[in-house]
């Protein structure tokens, strides 16, 4: 069976606050949303095609320590368009983890941005070249790992 990726769905604290902040981050279009009621949620896309749900029905941050997600990643087709998604999260005030665009290791091309949404889910968006200017941040191990 040949399956690929879907979309992806977060539970948020907040769905006004998350809506705006991947709008803004991913540039994503809202596809739906439902903001009243008990059931709250919204679908977030790209040209018409669901990339992203929000459902608020969490209390609280994301927890690392806990068995689940451990990161979301988006592939940039450049660096340029990372550098350029850099200028975007330090506008919105999102938390960097490390200072700027960084590799995913010693040597590697490959790497980009860490940074957290504001419930503290761990967020990267990367290219597939052109980090190796700067020094891994994780000597010995993935930066994408432990974060």
Request: net charge negative; hydrophobic share 40%; charged share 20%.
């Amino acid at each position: 069976m040949a399956l690929k990726t879907g979309h992806i769905g977060l539970n948020v604290t907040e769905l006004t606050r998350s809506i705006a902040f991947y709008r803004t981050v991913f540039e994503l279009e809202l596809l739906g949303e439902r903001a009243e009621g008990e059931h709250r949620y919204a679908f977030l896309g790209h040209d018409g095609d669901l990339v992203l749900t929000l459902w608020q029905q969490s209390e609280g941050g994301f927890d690392a320590s806990r068995a689940g997600l451990h990161h979301l990643s988006f592939e940039a087709p450049d660096i340029d368009a990372v550098h350029r998604a850099e200028a975007v999260l330090k506008d919105a005030g999102a938390e960097l983890v490390y200072d700027g665009v960084v590799p995913h290791g010693e040597g590697a091309s490959s790497g980009g941005l860490f940074f957290t949404d504001p419930d503290g889910t761990r967020l990267e968006i990367y290219a597939p070249a052109g980090a190796d200017t700067a020094p891994a941040p994780t000597a010995g191990k993935p930066t994408c790992g432990f974060f």
